[in-house]
């Protein structure tokens, strides 16, 4: 059984950028959630993609936006990246959108500069 | 707005002994609580849950008691070991929005041998 896998593990931008994180769900996981987790907090939901579509999103402006693929991978897109956006992005895969059984990745560490 | 919160950041217990985290929320649509537990470069990992018409379950050496007049939950660890080091998140969810979950700050855990 493969885990959540995400990838770059650290990442290092300038404000203004734009950036693309990826995520790999569990074996069998149809759904993922985007988490991000500054320091010294819990994390904080992004959105949620199920069957290609997004599938709720928490308090984060348009600039953050997202895909699933039909293989059910994820990405995680911000634009005119903000001193702010820097932080653990985790992402989770379930096996249904209300399944409180997340299984995380290990996360990238995105740095705005 | 912090819905769900964790007082304290930091927790030291001596192995062997009880480890007591405490949670508290403020939103009385939560109708589903979870901690979850993390290593360092590691993601989230799901511990133990409990529905809010409970008010205690068990899973081995870890129980989660739900107190919905307080609005208060707690995780007890008993008895504690080295490998329960960690940080230590509580979160909750609502019947409306369930895939969402909303985490506490959490708790780091220490257990000295």
């Known amino acids: 059984e493969t885990g959540v896998t995400q990838s770059p593990t650290h990442l290092i931008k300038t404000r203004g950028q734009q950036v693309t994180l990826r995520c790999s769900s569990q074996s069998g996981h149809n759904t993922v959630s985007w988490y991000q987790q500054a320091l010294g907090q819990g994390p904080q939901f992004i959105f949620q993609y199920y069957r290609e579509e997004e599938n709720g999103r928490g308090n984060f402006p348009p600039r953050f936006s997202g895909l699933q693929f039909p293989n059910y991978s994820s990405e995680l897109n911000v634009n005119a990246l903000e001193l702010d956006d820097s932080a653990l992005y985790l992402c989770a895969s379930s096996l249904f959108p209300t399944d409180e059984k997340l299984f995380f990745g290990s996360g990238t560490q995105l740095s705005v500069l | 707005d912090q819905q769900v919160k964790q007082n304290s950041p930091s927790l030291s217990v001596q192995e062997g002994r009880i480890s007591i985290l405490n949670c508290d929320y403020t939103n009385s649509m939560f109708d589903y609580f979870l901690w979850y537990k993390k290593y360092p470069a590691e993601g989230p990992t799901f511990l133990i849950s409990?529905?809010?018409?409970?008010d205690k379950n068990e899973d081995g050496r870890f129980t989660v008691f739900l107190n919905k007049s307080a609005k208060h939950l707690s995780l007890h660890i008993v008895p504690s070991q080295p490998g329960d080091s960690a940080v230590y998140f509580c979160a909750a969810r609502r019947i409306q929005g369930a895939q969402k979950l909303v985490f506490g700050q959490g708790t780091r855990l220490t257990i000295n041998p």
């Open positions: 409990i529905s809010s018409i409970k």
